[in-house]
């Protein structure tokens, strides 16, 4: 098979002929019809060990490739509920599956926490790597059984190529408790996560959403979605944490998303967090530059809860495919830009001209 593997820091992936790997007993081998690209990407496989050497890359050369979705092609023989065949998205994340966390269903609580095809959480994430060498950037990859997600037939290779920014997004929802008559708080709105955690809580329930952007226009298309219970508002402008209380009369919002994003301001995230009601919670997905200063009596006080929430369990992505299936999502809004696995390269570099989080790049083997 061809798959793009990268061979050194800086460096093009290049598109190498290796062997179609065999699945293990309780595998799954897979056709990759489509692979997300992650905007990171770029500073993934050129500064990554340099901004976090806590998160290791695998050994050179590598297959990346984070958010893959193809048909099965072969299936070990102790797997029971897969077959050759059937529609898949492949979550990326890898653990141990025999410590306490993972026995619990809390992969991503597990200290071998692996995001295959991207980087691993542990120092010691190499163990997982050797045992998962393949990402999406490849003609076939072997998976383990507990990471397929079976999606429907109205949901294209190309939308599950989103499924893991819109599952970090639903499973920072599910840790905000977001649900009917609530009023949400999303900073960075237009971004990747944020337009997909508002599709999400829109279809959960969430009566309201405020957001807050720096771009005016992505902010005009993201209320535009559901223009009676959307409101944004161009950071800079003001304070949003000020706005957020002014919103809803005083009471603050019943929680917020904070997916700014790894290089922002710590002062943007610190003044959201205002707007936050008493006993309201507060989710980072994004991460923020630099170290947050948080009163914690305020904390205490206001009884609010910070909870840092890191991807999904394959359970709550087949959630989302269920709720595509049935119509409840409507991913149509993803503006698609393919390119052939030849073109990875060229994709990888043209994230910069995206859309927000309207834009959907995907490469396909």
């Known amino acids: 098979m061809v798959a793009a593997r990268l061979h050194a820091l800086g460096q093009p992936m290049s598109l190498d ?86 026995r619990a269903g809390q992969r991503s609580y597990c200290r071998y926490f692996t995001l295959n095809g991207y980087f691993s959480t542990s120092r010691d994430g190499q163990r997982i790597f050797d045992l998962y060498p393949y990402g999406g950037f490849s003609e076939f990859m072997t998976a383990p059984e507990y990471a397929i997600v079976n999606i429907p037939d109205n949901l ?79 950071l800079g402008s003001g304070s949003a944490g000020e706005w957020a209380k002014a919103s809803t009369d005083g009471e603050g919002v019943d929680f917020v998303i904070s997916a700014l994003g790894a290089k922002a301001p710590a002062a943007t995230m ?39 929430s890191n991807w999904f369990t394959t359970a709550q992505g087949q959630e989302m495919a269920e709720m595509v299936r049935s119509g409840t999502i409507d991913l149509s809004y993803l503006e698609h830009r393919r390119f052939p696995l030849a073109r990875v390269n060229e994709a990888i570099s043209g994230l910069k001209d995206r859309d927000g989080g309207f834009s959907n790049y995907v490469v396909i083997p």
């Open 156 to 234: 294209s290779f190309e939308q599950a190529g989103r499924f893991g920014y819109l599952g970090t997004s639903y499973g920072a929802l599910k840790n905000a408790g977001a649900g009917p008559g609530q009023v949400a708080l999303i900073d960075g709105i237009t971004g990747t996560l944020g337009v997909a955690a508002t599709v999400l809580g829109l279809a959960m329930g969430v009566s309201r959403v405020l957001g807050t952007g720096r771009d005016e226009q992505l902010l005009s298309r993201v209320k535009a979605i559901a223009p009676g219970r959307i409101d944004v508002m161009t």
């Open 17 to 102: 002929a290796i062997p179609v790997p065999k699945p293990r007993p309780t595998d799954v081998l897979v056709r990759v019809k489509a692979c997300g690209i992650v905007p990171n990407m770029a500073n993934v496989i050129n500064n990554w060990p340099t901004w976090f050497p806590h998160q290791p890359l695998p050994k050179f050369p590598a297959v990346f490739g984070l958010d893959p979705a193809g048909v099965v092609e072969e299936v070990g023989e102790a797997v029971i509920n897969v077959k050759a065949g059937d529609r898949v998205y492949v979550s990326p994340l890898r653990s141990c599956g025999s410590c306490k966390a993972c």
């Open 270 to 308: 610190l003044d959201s967090m205002k707007g936050v009601r008493r006993g309201g919670r507060i989710v980072n997905v994004g991460g923020v530059a630099e170290d947050l200063p948080i009163d914690v009596k305020w904390l205490m006080d206001e009884q609010v809860q910070l909870i840092g």
